[in-house]
């Protein structure tokens, strides 16, 4: 029996009855079935009327699922099963479908970022991207004509009065009234008054009004993209960078490409944990869905960057790919470096005489969405994201950071962020210390990390529990402090050492790359090292090999580098290049040392443009550039900064310049002719200058504007485009828009079929 018939069957039986039921189970078909039955069943207990009301009453707020669960088909199940859940743990079936139907409301809202679909494979989120970018870029050169036009009527005297006066309804005279009006009249700016009355020219105050600027185009459409940006939930680029570099990054299809991606993951994500999809009886860390899109873009990746090769100047090619297999994006360069400096750092510390100290720190339960021992549902979720657990960690040990500065109490070692199975990080911390500063360490510590909820920390039994802070000192006797990391360090990066097997029983094969899927979606560091010298020192200096000693020794006959710069120098390098972090540490001035105080720090300047085709003087313009045309611009605009190598200081206020980027690398598409800065045969020359040819015009003025005027600029244009001059030219810019769309339609419309006969050879239909 159709819910329609047993719901008629226990009504008032009338055709308005019949007709109301109707209406309400045809607008939810899937939850018609359990409608009708507690229809049926409160109109048992309290009779028709009754049940009227109340299907009235509570199917007014309720959704079609499947008009949801249809917008996002490849997490349709997970989405399924989440809402029969819901339903489930309701006290009563109408409340169980009412909270389904809310979270359905937000999980449409969450997963449709602006037009998009976050479900959507890569090729949909590139072209909304695109379609972003362009439509800024549109708006821009729209407003473009638009600020000529006003420039042109203010020139000409045509514009309207701004902020034209009206009469005022008051309780005085009619004649005291237009009294008031004619004052105000009199003290428009604008000479033409409306009629009927022409101001007192005496009374009239008369400024220049500056002609609007390239400023306000940049201004309005930047307005107009972080409207979107809003629509998108997406974060804007900093008004604290120049207009034409956020004007770049808001028109640039990439920048949005990133921007989505971003957050289209992280908002299918979040709704894959909120459904139960993501603990160790499910997808383990992250969702399957995140980790096939993540090694969807990897594989893409690849590809990429085997159709790509670098050639220095010595003519030596690589593919990018094997540029990447060199260095730290192996995955096995990368452990095997982290291992060093751990290892390397524990021999220093037991130098020093300083105690090794392991500590965990996890996060309350408010932030697990499931429980640890059974993998159900945990009641204290508030909906946080990893990401947001992640920041209250961040913001936890900026306290403990804080407290120690305070005290004088210095630390150093490694901090490691680790999934549970629910995809909550929590932090592995192992640290170093002097004996005499353990205690209160731990102290701080511990107090920090169990301040909030501390009813957490105790069992049924009431016993204190290390759920939420776990501290061990590194006993030298049952192994190394390196040995206490090695794991999750292997874990955490791609787990075919020290361990087949995680805590949960999952093969390490699998695990490691949803880990590593975990901490791309969300963002998070995975490994940070506290209180140690500067890393990209330890990788530049490696750089100079023994290939590179005689450029290092013309190199210092050319500079003259200070002596004991040198000396230092030359022992850092020594000691990186054999791969001795501990000595590197020591020579770097030890554990704790401030990066101003370490004897050697990068150099970092500004890149400038060096090619054969940069000119200061246009041919084309006869404009010259100054300093600006040699300035290496990045792809928004903003000046680019480079390492060029490293700083070695020698004693106090003496300091010496050592470069480390030997090779120049031009990177173009694979098994391209053209060499390193020459022109390759039958190849066209590069344009004179990457600006626009064409000279400022009368109606655009080139000087930028100060910020209030800029203010007033972007006031009195909105000011015009609000106008009724404006809506009037709008208006007829559509309705012509509508009659050239309406005439390509008729004149291009298929010609119906009729019957054919002779004279129609003779005259076609359109000419009868």
């Known amino acids: 029996m159709s819910a329609l018939a047993l719901a008629f069957q226990h009504s008032s039986g009338t055709q308005d009855c019949y007709t109301f039921l109707q209406a309400h189970f045809e607008r939810l078909p899937s939850l018609a079935q359990q409608l009708a039955e507690g229809y049926v069943h409160v109109s048992k207990r309290h009779g028709h009327a009754a049940a009227n009301r109340w299907l009235r009453r509570n199917a007014q707020e309720l959704t079609e699922p499947s008009f949801v669960l249809g917008r996002f088909l ?19 079936t109408i409340e169980g479908l009412q909270s389904a139907s809310h979270w359905l409301k937000s999980v449409e809202k969450r997963l449709v970022i602006g037009s998009l679909n976050a479900t959507h494979d890569d090729e949909a989120l590139v072209n909304h991207a695109q379609a972003q970018a362009a439509a800024i870029d549109k708006k821009a050169s729209l407003l473009i004509g638009d600020i000529a036009r006003v420039n042109r009527l203010q020139r000409l005297g045509l514009l309207p009065p701004a902020g034209r006066p009206r009469m005022a309804a008051g309780n005085g005279p009619l004649s005291e009234q237009f009294r008031d009006y004619q004052d105000a009249c009199a003290r428009q700016r604008n000479q033409f008054t409306p009629p009927p009355f022409i101001g007192n020219f005496r009374f009239q105050k008369w400024h220049y009004m500056r002609p609007l600027g390239l400023s306000v185009v940049q201004a309005a459409a930047i307005e107009f993209g972080r409207t979107k940006c809003k629509l998108h939930g997406i974060a804007p680029p900093s008004d604290k960078l120049a207009s034409k570099t956020q004007l770049a990054r808001l028109s640039c299809s990439l920048w949005w490409r990133r921007k ?51 050639i220095n100047q010595e003519g030596q090619a690589f593919t990018l790919a094997e540029l990447a297999e060199k260095g730290l994006a192996n995955p096995d360069h990368r452990r095997a470096e982290l291992m060093l400096r751990i290892s390397d750092t524990e021999a220093e510390a037991r130098r020093l005489g300083h105690t090794g100290m392991f500590y965990t720190i996890t996060t309350p339960s408010r932030f697990h969405p499931v429980i640890q021992k059974n993998s159900r549902r945990n009641r204290k979720y508030d909906g946080s994201t990893p990401r947001e657990a992640q920041q209250y960690l961040q913001g936890l040990w900026a306290k403990v950071r804080a407290k120690l500065a305070r005290d004088d109490i210095g630390v150093y070692g490694i901090r490691v962020v680790e999934p549970h199975h629910d995809g909550t990080p929590h932090w592995h911390l ?38 939420r802070f776990d501290a061990k000192r590194i006993d030298y006797k049952k192994g190394t402090a390196a040995g206490y990391v090695a794991k999750y360090i292997s874990k955490n990066i791609n787990g075919e050492q ?43 200096v490696r750089r100079l090999t023994e290939k590179q000693d005689q450029m290092l020794k013309d190199w210092e006959a050319a500079t003259r580098p200070h002596p004991c710069a040198a000396q230092r120098f030359a022992q850092i390098r020594k000691a990186a290049n054999a791969g001795q972090w501990d000595q590197f540490l020591r020579l770097m001035g030890g554990p704790m040392t401030k990066r101003k105080d370490q004897p050697v720090r990068p150099w970092v300047e500004t890149k400038m443009n060096t090619g054969p085709n940069v000119e200061q003087f246009s041919r084309a ?35 010496s310049e050592y470069m480390t980027r030997v090779y120049k690398w031009e990177v173009r598409p694979k098994g391209s002719r053209s060499g390193v800065g020459f022109q390759a045969e039958g190849e066209a020359e590069s344009p004179w200058t990457r600006v ?22 972007l006031a009195r244009f909105k000011e015009w485009q609000g ?37 129609d050879e003779y005259f076609p239909p359109e000419l009868c």
Not at 269 to 282: I, T
Not at 728 to 738: F, G, H, L, S
């Open 723 to 759: 106008s009724e001059i404006y809506q009037v030219e709008r208006d007829a810019e559509y309705e012509d828009a509508i009659a050239a769309r309406e005439a390509a339609r008729i004149l291009f419309a298929p010609v119906p079929k009729r019957a054919q006969s002779e004279e």
């Open 74 to 92: 490849p997490i349709r199940p997970a989405l399924t099963r989440a809402m029969n859940a819901l339903v489930n743990r309701g006290s009563t």
């Open 621 to 655: 313009t006869g404009e010259y550039y100054g300093a600006e045309a040699v300035v290496a611009k990045g792809r928004y605009g903003e000046e680019q900064k480079v390492t060029f190598g490293l700083v070695a200081t020698g004693r106090a206020g003496f300091s």
């Open 498 to 540: 020290f361990m087949e097997m995680d805590k949960y029983g999952h093969e390490m094969k699998t695990s490691a790359p949803r880990i590593e899927a975990w901490a791309s979606v969300w963002g998070i560091r995975q490994f940070q090292f506290i209180g140690l010298p500067s890393v990209t020192v330890w990788r530049e």
């Open 692 to 713: 626009t040819n064409c000279t400022q015009g009368p109606d655009i003025e080139p000087r930028e504007p100060s910020p209030a005027e800029l203010k007033a600029q």
């Open 430 to 467: 192992l640290l170093w210390m002097k004996p005499e500063d353990e205690s209160a360490i731990t102290q701080t510590l511990g107090e920090y990390a169990e301040a909030e909820s501390p009813e957490e920390l105790y069992d049924h039994r009431g016993e204190k529990t290390t759920a």
């Open 260 to 310: 989505l991606r971003r957050q289209c993951g992280r908002a299918v994500e979040q709704v894959m944990r909120e459904a139960h999809r993501v603990h160790k009886q499910a997808g383990i860390y992250c969702s399957d869905f995140t980790v096939e899109r993540r090694r969807s873009q990897k594989f893409r990746n690849n590809a990429l960057l085997e159709t790509m090769e670098a």
